[in-house]
């Protein structure tokens, strides 16, 4: 995995660092850590490194309010009463955070699609349609924080085309970049958009799921006792 830099979506960052909770944390951590031994490059958009820290800025901020609103709040805010958690809680992981991200490796891709040839473009509207189509299917309500979201993941699958540039590859241990999301709406819309865009090329994300079970499958015995024992946990905690 020398040659592929994954690129981290929100979700997966949260996991990682431990804000919903531990059983998550250590699961991703063994993930990325596997990564990192197979020689993968771990990376992170600034504009996914802003979205981080303006969830966790925002429920340190309204956690405790008594204004509190789960009708208007974020999943994350809503996670976090639900387990009777803090200000103080949040603002642990937003001083951790920079840590977290150097001892795992993680670099932060700076570059703008300006950095890029305009040549590799892609049709960030239908991307859009594509992602609003799975979503609403799923009856998911397109609010505020649902569109962006959405604006954050078209950014980051339209940087992922311009890096892959020429790129016309079928394995993701080819590939140049891809996005690795929890989201299973978002790896489903870049399903379809890649397959009637590029045809046979790999998609844009892969699941955390599907890559783990990858991981999983090279990775011997003890490893997949883990992963279940920590998956197992984790769903009981959620």
Not at 72 to 82: D, G, Q
Not at 117 to 132: A, C, M, R, V
Not at 163 to 178: D, G, L, P, S
Request: hydrophobic residues 35%; negative net charge; glycine residues 4%.
């Amino acid at each position: 995995l020398t040659n592929v830099s994954f690129y981290l979506d929100t979700r997966v960052v949260l996991y990682f660092i431990g804000f919903y909770g531990e059983f998550r944390q250590k699961t991703y951590e063994n993930l990325l850590l596997k990564l990192n031994e197979r020689g993968a490059k771990l990376k992170i958009f600034s504009h996914t490194k802003q979205e981080i820290m303006n969830i966790l800025v925002a429920c340190e901020k309204w956690i405790d309010s008594a204004d509190y609103d789960p009708e208007l709040s974020s999943s994350a805010m809503r996670y976090l009463r639900s387990k009777g958690l803090d200000s103080g809680y949040v603002r642990d992981k937003i001083v951790s955070l920079e840590r977290k991200y150097s001892e795992y490796s993680i670099i932060e891709d700076t570059s703008t699609i300006k950095d890029y040839d305009e040549n590799y473009q892609i049709d960030s509207e239908k991307l859009e349609e594509y992602i609003k189509n799975c979503y609403s299917k799923n009856d998911i309500d397109l609010n505020d924080s649902v569109l962006a979201t959405i604006g954050y993941d078209v950014k980051s699958i339209e940087l992922i085309y311009y890096i892959r540039e020429e790129e016309n590859v079928r394995y993701y241990n080819q590939t140049k970049a891809i996005l690795l999301t929890t989201n299973r709406n978002l790896v489903y819309a870049s399903k379809l958009f890649s397959s009637d865009f590029y045809g046979d090329a790999i998609p844009s994300c892969i699941s955390d799921v599907t890559l783990g079970t990858i991981v999983w499958v090279h990775s011997g015995i003890k490893y997949c006792d883990e992963l279940i024992e920590n998956k197992l946990m984790s769903d009981c905690s959620a």
